[in-house]
C-alpha cells in the first residue's frame, strides 16, 4: 500500500509539471508576441509625388516654375527607420501622384524614390530621396510630405 501511494504521488507531481510546463509556454508565447512595423495592421500612409520645372519666361524676364503630378513613379517602404535596409515593399503613383501603403501596425518607417539626375556626357544616373514616418496609433491615416522632384 505504501507503494501505491507514492506511485500516485508521482503521478500527481508528472501532471503538475505537465501543467506547468504548459502555462510557462503559453505565457512565453504571449510575451513574445510584440508585433514590429510591417504588414498586417490597420493603418494607412498616403501621399503624394509631384515633379516641377523651370523655364526662362522672355516675356517676364524671370523663371517660372510648373508643377505636375507623376505617373507611375515607383515609391518603396522598408519597415524600419534604418535607410540602409533593403525596401518591404513598394507600390506607384496613379495619375494623379497619389500612393499609399495600407494594412501596416504601429512603427517606424522610412518612404523613398528616386531622382532622375542628369551629369556631364549625358550619364544619368538616379539618387533617392527620403521621409521617415512614425505610425504611434492604430487605425490611423498618415500623410506624409510631398515629394516634389526637379525633372
Known sequence: MKHEKSTITFWNLLKMSKKTVFLISVMLF???????????GTSVINGKVTYFTTSYNAQTSMMDTSYYPKAGKDIYIIYSDNEDDIFNDKTETDWNGNF???????GDYTLYTYVDSLVVNSVNYDFPVFRHLNISENNSTNIIEDFIILK
Open 30 to 40: 504571449f510575451s513574445s508576441c510584440e508585433k514590429v512595423a510591417g504588414e498586417g
Open 100 to 106: 499609399h501603403f495600407q494594412y501596416l501596425r504601429k
